[in-house]
């Protein structure tokens, strides 16, 4: 029988609230195939040389490529990312394919540990089988990239739950990575996207041919499927949520500053995990940067997704990606505020021509006491929260004072500053006069309660592998 329990798999269009899809769930009967397909696609796919699994992945990085403003319109369509965005995240999906196709080999080479006349030891990184991702709608084709690319290369299979919200993305993945495959004559199996229950997700992490989960979601989503893999004895990966610190000790230039805070900030409607959700400024410069933060808020106006193919030269943003989170987004402003901090613009539903549609005017808040619980809530959207401090020393304890660890970026003119406060953050990526660099080269992951484990780069394709002690009597 076919599962009709909620969350449906729906597409709904942010810029309109119209609904243009919905999706079956997978039925247990078919979960119970996919499974068994898997695991034979399993047998093949880690027989098959890394080379030759790097050629497909390849492939997979050319189609990418090719597909780039296609796929950037859906994304548009099912989650409401401005164009020139959701274009440039297919686009860097292939850089990120290419990347670990063209790197995975020597990343996954044995490690010598001895080699003498009587023996050699080395180190192998062996896949380990199936494993199952989790993804979110807000990067809805980067998210898979950064978690497929490296255990298709590895020799792993892949069973990809994405988000309900985004339904057409993880089938139009799943259409591509089954095209190269099949152009390799390799088992389509390997790569399966499945419309699961949250139930079925239980089952499949119990199951013991699944052999890990790596998840990015929330805190909450991140708790309860470390328990279950903790149960079921499968190594997780999370990547939860963030409420990334972005301190501002000095600046030549404020107005500058504050631009590229904002611009920032508002990067995917401010719908990024490891956005600059706390910019923390020195008093000496703070009247002035959240003027001019105001200033720069103020001339945004909503628009049309479709058509904002740059949002900070349009001076436009487009909608939230549901309903529900602009509605959780105006709740948090309305606790800020109660809490006692100053809203300075926006924060209100927009009417008119784009009511129909997930639109939250993008906010600028101030003054949210240290220590009140809103304060220690990750805001998922557009809001621009600002924080004053008198020195060095308070800039790094507020920067700190919070529960999640993902990223953190410090600011200062003065030679060896930065690099000294960057000492103190508590983060799983840093950046000093710059943020932390996000390539597909550069591994990308958090601490404390953003998770644990590391995405792309070298460390991506050591995370599920069976690191096997390989010694030979010569």
């Not at 013991?208 to 997780?236: D, F, M, N, Y």
């Amino acid at each position: 029988m076919t599962n009709t329990n909620s969350p449906s798999y729906r597409t709904t269009v942010p810029a309109t609230g119209e609904v243009t899809a919905d999706y079956e769930h997978l039925t247990d009967e078919a979960l119970a195939t996919v499974l068994e397909d898997a695991a034979s696609a399993a047998a093949v796919w880690r027989a098959t040389p890394i080379e030759e699994r790097a050629k497909v992945v390849t492939r997979v990085a050319e189609i990418f490529k090719e597909r780039a403003k296609e796929l950037g319109e859906l994304a548009t369509r099912e989650m409401g990312k401005p164009l020139g965005e959701s274009v440039g995240e297919a686009d860097f999906c292939g850089d990120i394919f290419a990347y670990f196709a063209d790197n995975g080999p020597t990343l996954a080479a044995d490690q010598v540990l001895e080699d003498t006349d009587d023996s050699r030891t080395v180190i192998e990184r062996r896949p380990v089988g199936v494993l199952l991702g989790i993804m979110p709608w807000n990067y809805p084709y980067y998210q898979i990239a950064r978690f497929a690319a490296p255990n298709l290369v590895t020799g792993n299979v892949i069973l990809l739950k994405h988000a309900e919200s985004v339904p057409g993305c993880g089938l139009v993945v799943e259409e591509i990575v089954r095209q190269a495959l099949r152009e390799g004559g390799y088992p389509e199996a390997v790569y399966t996207n499945i419309f699961a229950t949250h139930e079925q997700v239980s089952t499949i992490i119990e199951d013991p041919r699944v052999q890990g989960v790596s998840l990015t979601g929330s805190e909450r989503a991140g708790a309860a499927i470390a328990a279950q893999a903790g149960a079921a004895l499968k190594k997780a990966v999370l990547e939860l949520g963030g409420s990334d610190p972005y301190v501002i000790l000095s600046t030549s230039d404020v107005k500058e500053a504050a631009a590229n805070a904002v611009a920032i900030r508002l990067e995917n409607t401010g719908q990024a995990c490891n956005s600059n959700k706390r910019i923390i400024v020195s008093e000496d410069i703070y009247d002035e940067f959240v003027a001019e933060a105001v200033e720069l808020v103020s001339a945004l106006t909503p628009k049309d997704p479709a058509q904002i193919e740059d949002y900070t030269a349009e001076k436009a943003f487009g909608p939230l990606s549901s309903e529900r989170a602009a509605e959780n987004l105006l709740d948090q402003i309305g606790r800020a505020v109660d809490a006692g901090a100053n809203l300075r613009v926006g924060g209100t539903r927009v009417d008119g021509d784009f009511a129909g549609g997930f639109y939250v005017a993008p906010a600028v808040v101030t003054d949210i006491p240290v220590g009140s619980p809103i304060a220690y809530e990750e805001f998922f959207g557009p809001v621009v929260t600002v924080y004053k401090v008198s020195s060095d020393e308070e800039a790094l304890k507020l920067a700190n004072d919070t529960q999640y660890g993902l990223g953190s970026t410090v600011w200062a003119v003065e030679e060896g500053r930065a690099e000294k406060f960057a000492e103190g953050l508590e983060a799983g990526m840093t950046g000093v006069n710059q943020s932390a660099p996000e390539t597909e080269s550069m591994p990308f992951g958090g601490v404390k309660r953003s998770g644990y484990g590391r995405e792309l780069g070298p460390l991506g394709m050591d995370e599920f592998v069976n690191k096997r002690l390989y010694s030979v009597k010569k």
